[in-house]
């Protein structure tokens, strides 16, 4: 795997070797299930050395290792995760997250904001086999980066930004490109080719044919800031108007049935069709 690029990276619980199986089982569920790792290892420091998990695949001298390597103390739990570098990473952070939940770690009384640049442009997807962008294909690349478009493109930085606050992000925006040629470069990296981008964006094409200026911008989720700011832990308690799981608005009712006038009005006709 390491050949391959992936990585190990790993996180230690100080005094977490009180945790159960059935504990370790619940957070390995969470890097699982939800942010795409292949499995959660762990193994735990004792008086003479790491137990249980995959420490008796680990040597004697290995073990040294990874109790030297780590500032490990008899009681502290160590958890790792084997995997690409895009997957491994944000499921450890979203244990760290969890973990900090547990133990009480998180100041809900403290706010501290964050501006968050020098995203990657694009990253590999091993299905499609091809570069993607990471935000959208209209973020400019960093000026300092663009030699590396056609020969490194994933260490290509973005000029794209977010503001996070307490590890909600609050607000995201980039400058966009502004130029055809430049724009052209990227859909080639994209695989995008000039027939698909004029078919899909030739609006967009014709603008900057026409001299756009640098420009950029930023959105910002107003009730996420105010959510933070009460230390309310989920969204729908500071909306106005929150719809429930199945996206029913509880004060209009909506999504309501269609009366066969306003179907005419739109000029629409329902047909029912077979469920795959």
Known sequence: MLEAGGRVKALVVPGGA???RKDIDGLSNLVTEYHR????AWMKAGSDGLEGGIAKFFPSEVQRDVISGLTLREGDLLLMIGDQEGIALPALGALREEIARREGLIRTDEVHPLWIVGFPMVEYD???KRWVAVHHPFTAPHPDDEPLLET???KVRSR???LVING???????????DTARQERIFNLLGISQEEAEERF????KALRYGAPPHGGI???FDRLVMVLVGAEQIRDVIAFPKTTSALSLMDGAPAETTDAQLKELGLKLRAGKSE
């Open 152 to 154: 490194d493109p994933g």
């Open 126 to 128: 091993e299905e499609e």
């Open 160 to 162: 794209g930004y977010d």
């Open 219 to 221: 959105a910002f989720g």
């Open 168 to 178: 909600w992000e609050i607000a995201g925006g980039s400058i966009r490109i502004h």
């Open 202 to 205: 030739g609006f967009l094409l």
């Open 18 to 20: 009180g945790y159960s």
């Open 37 to 40: 790792a292949k499995g959660l």
